[in-house]
């Protein structure tokens, strides 16, 4: 096991041999500075609802997240990350949930089933657009091999994607079924990398480096105490704003600009997640709100641009058993007068998830040129001269 202190990454070489490349898994990790301290931007105040312990979709308790990271050479900049609803066998305890699509210029494998039954029986996984079937696959036999799925004869797959293909040579199909079941076996709580990690290795955003990002929301007790938690795969352009402050424009880096045109086509997954007891129809409400956090960002979700969100229960009482010798069922739900809190920490979960991916991530060299990160110092003097650099007491 190799440590790099820079980011504090575990990586295990080798896993795979694969057309004679070496690859490096890189699994989840703690994300904090060389010095064992939260970084400036993980501190800063988006919105007015206080995040989680660790403003991170694994919040959410029983929440679970893995990546593999594929990079090697100048070609292979690409991976895999997996969310897990609850630790029991998802088939046999499907969780509410609901789909959202923004502009649907994507891959959403599994979307139908979900919109149709508004449940989930498998984990998400997210990865490469050419890379959704070989995921799927994976997320099949993963199912199927679980103790107690021996009588299954269908499996519905969910599995996102984004396209990577500037920074990663997406036809040379790096990932394989054996990175897939590897991120559901990282699977854990606590600290989620972020940046190029996992599904957002080889991304962009907004003209900078794009990846993975995190962030929660806790409601206080007179509210319910429910939390909400969302990961993104931000690989999408516009016009970027950090906190209501113009970056992408003072930076003289925004969607439209004629040398940034053929980069700023792309897409955005968002996974929202939390313990309050919502049915599908309800998570389609939250899920739509998630989206004003993209727009808040500077999203304009272009015609290319593959904008979903994929929204969940893990409350226990709400879980759909496979088999139920019950005709009918019972379960408490919140009402929908007290839905708004929610949608407003969905809305600021989801926004400040998306500037964790830029921060988070690095400059990068791949498959058709350099990608330059966010500049951190330039982004502070921006915030300081608009009066937004507000950090979390």
Known sequence: MILF?????????????????????????????????????RQLKTGVLP???????????????GQVTLIEGND?????????????????????????????????????????????????VLTNTLSVPVAAKALI???LNLPGNEAVRSVNPLVGETNDGYLNNIRAGYVKETHVLQALQAAAGGPVSEGNVG??????????????????????????????????????????QINGAPVGQELQQYYLRETLEAIHDGSCMIIVATDAPLDARQ????????????????????????????????TPDLRYPYQSDASTVSRKILRDDHLSPLFL????????????????????????GDIKALPHEKVKEILRRHNLLNHRQ
């Open 5 to 41: 202190p820079g980011n504090n990454r575990i990586s295990v070489n080798p896993c795979e041999s694969v057309a004679k490349c070496i690859w490096l898994v890189l699994i989840m990790s703690i994300v904090v500075n060389a010095q064992g301290g939260a970084p400036w931007w």
């Open 76 to 124: 292979c900049r690409t991976g895999v990350t997996a969310i897990v609803p609850h630790p029991g066998n998802i088939f046999q305890e499907k969780v509410p949930a609901a789909i959202y699509v923004a502009n649907g210029f994507g891959k959403l494998a599994g979307s139908t089933q979900i919109e149709e039954l508004g449940n989930l029986e498998t984990p998400i």
């Open 199 to 240: 599904a957002g290795t080889g991304t962009i955003c907004f003209g900078f480096k794009g990846g993975i990002g995190t962030a929660s929301r806790q409601l206080p007790d007179k509210l319910g105490g429910y939390t909400v938690g969302v990961l993104v795969q931000t690989n999408f352009g516009g016009i970027l």
């Open 345 to 368: 920490a969905a809305a600021e979960a989801t926004e400040e998830a998306i500037y964790h991916s830029l921060f988070a991530a690095e400059d990068m060299r791949g498959h058709r």
């Open 51 to 65: 995040p989680g312990p660790l403003n991170s979709i694994t919040d959410v308790a029983g929440v679970t997240v």
């Open 283 to 314: 998570l389609k409400r939250l899920a739509r709100r998630a989206l004003y956090g993209l727009v808040k960002a500077g999203g304009v979700s272009t015609h290319g641009s593959g904008d979903y969100v994929i929204a969940f229960s893990t």
């Open 141 to 143: 036999d993963y199912t």
